[in-house]
């Protein structure tokens, strides 16, 4: 069988000051000296890896016997991978196939040829990911000043022409029609009684359609409910992030109640978990946001909970224990399981007890059905302190948003003074200190402030909590326990008869 030259060319993008295919090939047909030679060619393929169909049915003809030489005009032509150059020397190898390139002149049949061989593709290689790294550090150096990344709008939204740093860009524009959508989705589900597939229920059964032509389902939902592409952000969405672990580009003053903001999945996050935003890029965005912070953190922490939430309720306790009281004796009733469907129920600490007169509740009380019992009665008292309207004082608030964003300030003041500690010098220790004490005075005045603030806001601490209420199914054991804390000072229980004493 007849054995050929194969001359190999390939260009990824074609640039100015890129060689093109054709040059590629006439060096290469140089060093044939007017021999009979097959071409091979690839156009718009990258060098990462061999996955090229010019490349793979040149290896198909090497195995098939039919190459004597490969010749390329430069060795990046063919790989810009060690591995897969390695890969492909060791087949070259086992079908006697030499390799030549034509502007570096490397002759494989020597161990000096082959060791500068394996040397030069080393430098390929770091060509590549230095490209790469190059490429990844210029996206996101524009994505923390709120350039348009390209990507799917985002529902709610349309692109207008805007200007940033003087450079031409796009942004987000409200669609009134879109968001109007969104904002019932959103309030919804805040309301925990309302889970993704009533949504879905209710949106279908009132015919309120999709005004992009696609379907309402959990998922779509549930990643519209996630994007802070849609937040009124906040320092509260401020804190929630860096709670969650998050890079957040923006200084704390920033997050007004004005900005949108975007996520990226950032260049150290290795989890690709939507719960999971540690190390995530939070950026400002430069359109408008209109969904309210706290819509937004309810939604947000609901999905955030929703996998955990069958972990929430130690089974072998109850938020109630300490709050519930023997009508009989007064001592406190505890908890005990039993392996029934019931599972648990609650028992009188002295009923049975050596030298105790109390025959306990009078009745069985299952911990399930006090638990729900409950339930509905804080519901109920705190149903008579809501108030027909509600007339918020703008001034206070932004008061007191102010005060928390000086706070989170603060914070990150001593940390960053702290961080400066290793290594510091007398009178800069002694700067730090002083710096770091005067921060501590003014951080302790204003959490005082805060707590005050809450404290006498009657209203405003009965809202929070009939929040709390109403995400109940997602509220930790210890969150529950809370609640009951604020509302119940004690509850007693004898002979089916239930008595609350409550704070409010």
């Not at 300490?322 to 001592?331: A, E, P, S």
């Not at 409950?374 to 149903?383: D, V």
């Not at 964003?405 to 200190?433: F, H």
């Not at 805060?450 to 806001?457: E, F, M, S, W």
Request: hydrophobic share 35%.
């Amino acid at each position: 069988m007849r054995m050929y030259d194969a001359l190999y060319a390939r260009q990824s993008i074609e640039k100015k000051d890129s060689i093109s295919v054709e040059s590629q090939l006439e060096y290469c047909r140089y060093e044939t000296r007017g021999e009979a030679c097959i071409e091979y060619t690839d156009k718009g393929f990258s060098g990462k890896d061999t996955n090229r169909p010019g490349f793979e049915k040149m290896m198909n003809d090497i195995r098939a016997g039919k190459i004597k030489r490969v010749i390329v005009y430069k060795l990046d032509r063919i790989s810009r991978s060690i591995l897969d150059f390695a890969n492909m020397m060791e087949i070259f190898q086992k079908y006697h196939v030499e390799f030549v390139s034509s502007t570096e002149k490397f002759d494989t049949s020597t161990p000096i040829g082959r060791a500068m061989l394996n040397i030069c593709i080393v430098f390929a290689q770091l060509e590549r990911e230095t490209i790469q790294k190059r490429v990844t550090d210029a996206y996101y150096a524009r994505c923390k000043r709120g350039f348009y990344m390209g990507g799917r709008i985002p529902y709610g939204y349309r692109l207008t022409n805007t200007v940033i740093d003087n450079i031409r860009t796009s942004m987000y524009e409200e669609v009134p029609e879109e968001s109007e959508q969104l904002k019932l989705i959103y309030s919804m589900y805040a309301d925990t009684d309302n889970s993704l597939g009533d949504i879905v229920r209710y949106l279908n059964e009132h015919q309120i359609k999709n005004l992009r032509g696609a379907n309402w389902n959990t998922a779509r939902i549930s990643e519209m409910l996630r994007n802070p592409v849609y937040v009124e952000a906040d320092i509260d969405v401020y804190q929630f992030f860096q709670s969650q672990g998050a890079n957040i580009y923006n200084p704390a003053s920033d997050f007004t109640g004005y900005n949108a903001c975007y996520l990226y999945k950032g260049t150290v996050s290795t989890s690709r978990k939507q719960s999971d935003l540690s190390n995530k890029e939070i950026v400002l965005a430069p359109h408008k946001g209109f969904i309210p912070s706290k819509t937004w953190l309810a939604c947000r922490i609901r999905c955030l909970n929703n996998r955990q939430s069958t972990k929430t309720c130690k089974p072998k306790n109850s938020w109630l224990v300490g709050k519930v009281k023997c009508g009989k004796c007064g001592y406190a009733l505890t908890i005990r399981k039993a392996k029934t469907k019931w599972g648990r129920y609650f028992v009188c600490s002295q009923s049975g007890s050596r030298g105790s007169n109390c025959t306990g509740a009078g009745c069985t009380v299952y911990a399930d059905v006090l638990e729900e019992y409950m339930l509905g009665a804080i519901k109920e008292r705190l149903s008579e302190f809501q108030k027909l309207s509600c007339i918020s004082d703008t001034g206070e608030e932004h008061a007191n948003m102010t005060k928390k964003i000086r706070l989170t300030q603060i914070e990150e003041e001593i940390e960053e003074l702290l961080s400066k500690v290793s290594g510091a010098s007398g009178v800069l220790m002694k700067y730090i200190d002083e710096k770091v004490s005067e921060l501590d005075a003014e951080r302790k005045a204003l959490q005082e402030e805060i707590v005050t603030a809450n404290v006498t806001d009657t209203e405003g601490r009965l809202k929070q909590i009939t929040n709390h209420v109403k995400t109940w199914e997602t509220l930790s054991f210890e969150d529950r326990q809370a609640v009951v804390d604020t509302l119940i000072k004690v509850i007693r229980i004898a002979d089916g008869n239930i008595e609350i004493t409550w704070n409010i």
